[in-house]
DNA sequence: AAATAATTTTAAGTATACTTAAATTTTATT
DNA sequence: AATAAAATTTAAGTATACTTAAAATTATTT
């Protein structure tokens, strides 16, 4: 299996899946940066090998195999984002950068000797869940977007849900990262902006932001996660 | 770099450096399973690219900067190699496979942080030299090959030279191990074998295992080197 | 030194994964 | 419902990394 192809059908499973949105090849070109000449190709060639569903015009749709392959590409990747973060001390955006890259190098042999030594972790460093070996996805539905929390509450941040530099790099400075608590001061409806107290500081995020960091309650320990902890952002 | 090139590379290096093979087109495509061919093709190509010298009918010659890159490539081969060795407990063999996809993939920034984590090792656990980040081997004149060993006399395992799974097995089913101490009981002239005592037992290894197993004086430590030690062959 | 063997190169062709540009179909607008 | 806009598909073409088969060159044998 092809990087180009593993990309492939990861973008539609993330699009389909994490992103909601839709799975037309147009979409899926875009976010590998392909033309769409190339997405029609190769969903084309894919369907062929029973990977995905594909109907002139039509939205992309994996196949059980797909959606297999899909999974075992996120697993691979949010386990050695867990053990580059462990080992290493590397930023998030770093871990992400460099797991992009390995997981599509690494046998389920290798997979198994890093879950197994890092105990089988339920969640990598961004609150995302890691797939176990046979494709189950945790789903908790005790952590929200931090647009829906109320003022005055105060949370532990569950889950960072981006891939860009400039996020991770703000959350880093202020202290927002998976375990930590943060406090609600204001919930501005006019703007729908959030005031937050972390860390000794005040800060006012807006839409962009508070839609992709997640929270919890303080005592929803429902699952006896570890640190980097919960979600319930769609995965199945 | 595509993997391709970086392969083709990586064995002009190996055959010319370590192996003493010559590097013409057609050994190259032998040790990569590709048509003669194939090889002629890309040599012409990575000419002009100045990753190595092409002339018609003879051997390949690498240019400095085909040769910073093969260095490159064995350093993160190695390192990955030191690094799932530590964490994973792996055979030999596994981790040479696992590295050889894994030395692709990974950034120098990364390297780095590998070889930081392990406190920058010297050898790998083959016993094979880590080159540093700016292309420097090691090169210890301590260790030979078990063939020119002398009879009566103990030695430490330095270096399993090799990267096939059957002598790997082979040496893990008998404790050959780098950093493992072994007492030659003979050396036969007339079929060229050598007698061995390791672990309570007696082994008798033919040329073409004692060619490949190096091996050092007890207290020839004069590198200060860790437990997978030593090494003289010729890299540089 | 000529003949034979082995190796290397050239030539022609294939699969993958793209590209741009034009044609088609769908979606949105008025 | 017709038209304009947007997206998708088709068509033609490119670069990479191979293949096999034939031609050219080098190396070996007698």
């Given at each position: 299996?092809?990087?180009?192809?593993?990309?492939?059908?990861?973008?539609?499973?993330?699009?389909?899946?994490?992103?909601?949105?839709?799975t037309k090849p147009g979409n899926i070109a875009k976010k590998l940066g392909i033309s769409n000449a190339a997405a029609t190709d190769m969903a084309k060639k894919l369907a062929t090998r029973d990977l995905l569903h594909y109907k002139k015009y039509q939205a992309l749709e994996l196949t059980e195999k797909g959606t297999k392959l899909a999974i075992n590409l996120v697993r691979k990747h949010r386990l050695w984002e867990a053990l580059l973060f462990k080992l290493f001390d590397m930023s998030l955006h770093d871990i992400h950068r460099e797991a992009e890259l390995l997981e599509h190098q690494?046998?389920?042999?290798?997979?198994?000797?890093?879950?197994?030594?890092?105990?089988?972790?339920?969640?990598?460093?961004?609150?995302?869940?890691?797939?176990?070996?046979?494709?189950?996805?945790?789903?908790?539905?005790?952590?929200?977007p931090l647009s829906k929390s109320k003022e005055g509450k105060t949370y532990?941040?569950?889950?960072?849900?981006?891939?860009?530099?400039?996020?991770?790099?703000?959350?880093?400075?202020?202290?927002?990262?998976?375990?930590?608590?943060?406090?609600?001061?204001?919930?501005l409806q006019f703007n729908k902006m959030t005031q937050i107290y972390i860390n000794n500081n005040t800060l006012l995020l807006n839409e962009d932001f508070t839609n992709i960091i997640f929270v919890k309650e303080i005592n929803s320990d429902s699952n006896s996660s570890p640190e980097p902890t919960q979600n319930n952002y769609k995965l199945f």
């Open positions: 299996m092809s990087v180009a192809v593993e990309n492939f059908i990861k973008a539609i499973y993330k699009n389909g899946v994490q992103d909601n949105k839709d690494t046998s389920d042999f290798l997979a198994n000797k890093i879950s197994a030594y890092l105990r089988n972790p339920k969640f990598d460093p961004h609150g995302d869940p890691i797939p176990s070996e046979k494709g189950h996805i945790i789903r908790d539905n005790n952590t929200f532990i941040i569950s889950r960072l849900l981006s891939d860009e530099k400039e996020f991770f790099d703000f959350c880093a400075l202020h202290g927002l990262k998976c375990g930590n608590s943060i406090t609600v001061t204001n919930q």
